[in-house]
Nanobody
Framework: QVQLVESGGGLVQPGGSLRLSCAVS????????IAWFRQAPGKAREGVSS????????LYKDSVKGRFTFSRDNAKNTVVLQMNSLRPEDTGVYYC??????????????????WGQGTQVTVSS
């Protein structure tokens, strides 16, 4: 059973940075596609970035391109979302999700079999 545990959320001022981590157990990163989702208050959950298992291809939602960086450490079985130049609209609960599917891309959330508990990110002055 794959388990995901996020950490690293918090409160930051606009323009600041946060680093989210997702520790993966019960599976290896090269066999899983991992994605970060976020859910703002009153809004649907949306995919932010994804990394494919086999070739490590990374994709980003347009609004975070150039500001967020998704990386993985296969030795530690951990993925990291580095978020820079944060904006108030980045506020939300951020979730790490995993799928055994080999379909590339930031998939709709129903594709992901495994989810973390979420971590709150608040961008406010």
């Amino acid at each position: 059973q794959v388990q995901l545990v996020e950490s690293g959320g918090g409160l930051v001022q606009p323009g600041g940075s946060l680093r989210l981590s997702c520790a993966v157990s019960g599976g290896t990163l090269d066999s899983l596609a991992i994605a970060w989702f976020r859910q703002a208050p009153g809004k649907a959950r949306e995919g932010v970035s994804s990394i494919s298992g086999r070739d490590g291809m990374i994709l980003y939602k347009d609004s975070v391109k150039g500001r967020f960086t998704f990386s993985r450490d296969n030795a530690k079985n951990t993925v990291v979302l580095q978020m820079n130049s944060l904006r108030p609209e980045d506020t939300g609960v951020y979730y790490c999700a995993a799928t055994t599917s080999a379909v590339p891309g930031i998939l709709p959330e129903y594709w992901y079999e495994y989810w973390g508990q979420g971590t709150q990110v608040t961008v406010s002055s």
